[in-house]
């Protein structure tokens, strides 16, 4: 089971912290990482993370996103900076069993938290 927390309103320029816990201890996890809906669009992967600390994020969100995770808890965070009102949408964090950001190969998924950006 995921469980993320974080999300919120927040003035675009401004700064918010996602974090996500997984639980149950039938957990054998190596990528974690969050993907975000935004209204009328399809899901798309924001940043990634294994545990060998390769990390992937979409082009968007480059210099303005950092994601991080501490493997002894099994916890993934994503800070995000200079937020904008396009990155709203919500925010679903995963984990998946392999190194892996393609979603039919995702394991686990949190059931999302919103963040809004306003102008």
């Known amino acids: 089971q995921l469980q993320a927390s974080g999300g919120g309103l927040v003035q675009a320029g401004g700064s918010l912290r996602l974090s996500c816990a997984a639980s149950?201890?039938?957990?054998?996890?190596?990528?974690m990482g969050w993907y975000r809906q935004a209204p009328g669009r399809q899901r798309e992967l924001v940043a990634s993370?294994?545990?060998?600390?390769?990390?992937e994020y979409a082009n968007s969100v480059k210099g303005r996103f950092t994601i991080s995770r501490d493997n002894a808890k099994n916890e993934v965070y994503l800070h995000m900076y200079s937020l904008k009102p396009e990155d709203t949408a919500i925010y679903y964090c995963?984990?998946?069993?392999?190194?892996?950001?393609?979603?039919?190969?995702?394991?686990?998924w949190g059931k999302g938290t919103l963040v809004t950006v306003s102008s």
């Open positions: 149950g201890s039938a957990f054998s996890i190596d990528a």
């Open positions: 995963y984990a998946a069993e392999i190194a892996t950001m393609i979603q039919d190969d995702i394991n686990y």
């Open positions: 993370i294994t545990t060998d600390g390769i990390i």
